[in-house]
């Protein structure tokens, strides 16, 4: 006989790790699609012979980002249909679909192909990535303040949602680089093409788990005044930039994908001429995601003892020391310059998992502010806006960086026997990148996102007053109305 599930005083199913892990394989889901991303840059300048072409398009599709992301946001917000489940599951399940191929199609191989040719085969494949992705990231993140109202079932949450990207990343980073090179560390562009189609049919999987297990707790279309207005993206845009939660995590965000995304084509060259072994480099990064792992448990109870903000403050302040040892380089003893790189990495690691585990929440924490200041959620349009911000850092970040990359004289045809003094740079690079990644953090933790622990604690208690007033609202209402019949 199957047991009953336990319900909370609201009817709904009281909130456990079943929730944790199903919203854990949403990001699993949306990083089976989004990991391959830091392949791409190697795959259009190695195997497709774009370099500086690519750095280009790569700004260019960034506009299609910007209509595109609070555009999906608006609609999603704006929805007031009844669905069978909840509007937010339903736009993430018509996103997981597409993504099947939409992936894919960012690695159509035509490397012989004219150079207007790619031009066209690379916006267009972006474009309807970025546009199923979008569908289901943008609701994906908007569910975390819906499933729970509760400051510690969101960190947890949060944490969870980590564990999720870190598995989704795995995946690539430590398989891919046995599968995708050549015995010379060369790219084999055709393969990547395969890779990127297969993982896109787990992402579904992962989504339709998801999907089937999400309990939500929360009303989205709850208001806190009398009269709804006719919504209104340029206000949304307006109360976002005045929002300083959402500001100051969105900078945080900025930083921590210019990292992880800009330096990912600089890293590659790295392993392929510096350390002269690819292979090695997702072994190497998995390793250095261990501290990720080992916080992930401790995040609930870090954030009930010191705070998400004080947290994530303290790990940007660990990625800032890390990045600076990361200059300390020996190109002529390059074990001993492997062994200082792991290390470091590692340091680096723990700070960005300290931040990662608690940033979703922070965001979920930020959509409450604007409720708080407006009596408005908006919960599409303030994470569609971060997450435009997010892949503007995406875009911008590699290309920036690749402009440097050839700058220094690297040659994407040459793939992994780039000249020695270049491999060097290379390194260099990949440190620069890893600080302003750091600091860009710190900046919007530290001094921009304004909920601490004891500001938090006040906002929660007020926005929990004001929804029972506006319960017990509704009921008078209803009261009077049946005093009248």
Known sequence: MKKAPQLDANGKRRFGMRDCVAYAAGDLGCNMSFALKGTMSIFWTQFMGMDLWYALLLIIVQVWDAINDPLIGSIVDSDKHQYKRNKFLSYIWVGSIGLIV???????????????????????GYV???????????????????????????????????????????????????????????????????????????????????????EIRVDENITLKEETPKFNVFKAFANFIKNRPAVGATI?????????????????????SYYKNVQISGLIQLFAMIPIVCFTPLARKMVAKFGKKELATFGSICSVIAALGLFIIFPNNTGLDLALYVVFQLIYSLGLGIYSTVSWAMMGD??????????????????????????????????????????????????????????????????????????????????????????LDTMTTALSRDVEADDLLVYSSAEDNDNLI
């Open 366 to 455: 930020a959509i409450d502010y604007n409720e708080w200041k407006t009596g408005n959620r908006e919960e599409g349009t303030v994470y569609s806006l971060h997450s435009f911000f997010r892949k503007l850092a995406q875009g911008i970040g590699p290309a920036l960086v690749l402009v440097i990359m050839v700058a220094l004289d690297y040659v994407g045809e040459n793939e992994g026997n780039q000249v020695w003094e270049v491999a060097v740079s290379m390194r260099y690079l990949v440190a620069a990148t890893y600080l302003f990644s750091a600091i860009l953090q710190f900046i919007g933790l530290a001094l921009v996102y304004n909920l601490d622990k004891k500001t």
């Open 102 to 124: 939409g992936g894919a199609c960012c690695f159509l191989p035509f490397p012989n192909a004219p150079v207007w040719a790619k031009a066209i085969i690379f916006i267009a």
């Open 128 to 214: 309807v990535w970025d546009a199923f992705y979008t569908v289901a990231n943008v609701p994906y993140g908007s569910l975390l303040g819906l499933i729970s109202q509760d400051v510690k079932d969101r960190a947890s949450l949060s944490a969870w949602r980590s564990v999720g990207s870190i598995f989704g990343n795995m995946l690539p980073m430590v398989i891919l680089p046995f599968i995708i090179y050549d015995e010379n560390d060369n790219l084999i562009g055709e393969r990547v093409f395969i890779a990127a189609f297969i993982m896109g049919i787990l992402g579904f999987i992962c989504f339709q788990f998801m999907i089937r297990n999400t």
């Open 252 to 272: 945080a965000a900025m930083g921590m994908f210019i990292g992880m995304q800009g330096a990912a084509t600089a890293v590659t060259v790295v392993f392929q």
